[in-house]
């Protein structure tokens, strides 16, 4: 079974330009989260989908972030205009049509935006 | 009240120690409180998990022990291996909420 992919795995971009970073989960997986994980922290839950419709975006700076997922499938989130303390790994999750209830989030690799 | 306060920020062993980690929170609500392992490079997997129901599972060298009325709960690593060397995160959820990581440990078993 494919793991969640994701890509760019690494991208460098200068403050106040934008970028996007894209997420397929797992088959079959209803819910897709993103998370923020700043170096030396814990992943921060910024958006949380089931299927195509939006669960939690309460920890989403809405005013440079955004995220999509159409069709239910794939994802991508959007940041624009990065600012410095938006370098970090950005993580996708996915989990299986019992969501959390079963517990397990499986991760990609992350995507790691560095803002110069 | 959503916090998760793990400690310590980092530990070293040596091959065959039992490195402990340990967790904290105040959000009584939580029912679920995970373990993440986390190599270098890679996205956090799930290592064991355990519900506030029981005290203590063990997962091959891996033991949570759970303390309710303390609001604790720890990670112990048996007969831990250099393999074993990576970053640790503990977290918890509330039923129908987000979950929350802790700050995570980094984790080097020495040979």
């Known amino acids: 079974e494919a793991g969640v992919a994701q890509s760019p795995r690494y991208k460098i971009i200068e403050k106040r330009q934008s970028v996007a970073f894209w997420c397929n989960p797992i088959s079959g997986h209803a819910t897709l989260y993103w998370y923020q994980q700043i170096l030396g922290q814990g992943p921060k839950l910024l958006i949380q989908f089931q299927n195509n419709g939006v669960v939690d975006d309460s920890q989403l700076p809405k005013d440079r972030f955004s995220a999509e997922r159409l069709k239910g499938v794939d994802s991508t989130l959007k940041i624009q205009p990065a600012k410095l303390e938006d370098s970090a790994v950005y993580l996708c999750a996915s989990t299986g049509p019992g969501g959390l209830f079963n517990g397990e989030l499986f991760f990609g690799e992350g995507s790691r935006l560095t803002v110069l | 009240q959503q916090q998760v306060k793990q400690s310590p920020q980092s530990l070293i062993v040596q091959k065959g120690g039992i490195p402990i980690i340990n967790c904290a929170y105040e959000n009584t609500a939580f029912d679920y409180f995970p373990w993440y392992q986390q190599f270098p490079g890679k996205g956090p997997a799930l290592l064991i998990a355990?519900?506030?129901?029981?005290s203590e599972k063990k997962e091959g060298r891996f033991t949570i022990s759970f303390n309710k009325s303390a609001k604790q709960f720890s990670l112990h690593i048996m007969d831990s291996q250099p393999g074993d060397s990576a970053t640790y995160f503990c977290?918890?959820?509330?039923?129908?909420?987000?979950?929350?990581f802790g700050e995570g440990t980094q984790l080097t078993v020495n040979p």
């Open positions: 977290a918890a959820r509330a039923s129908g909420s987000r979950l929350t």
């Open positions: 355990i519900r506030p129901d029981v």
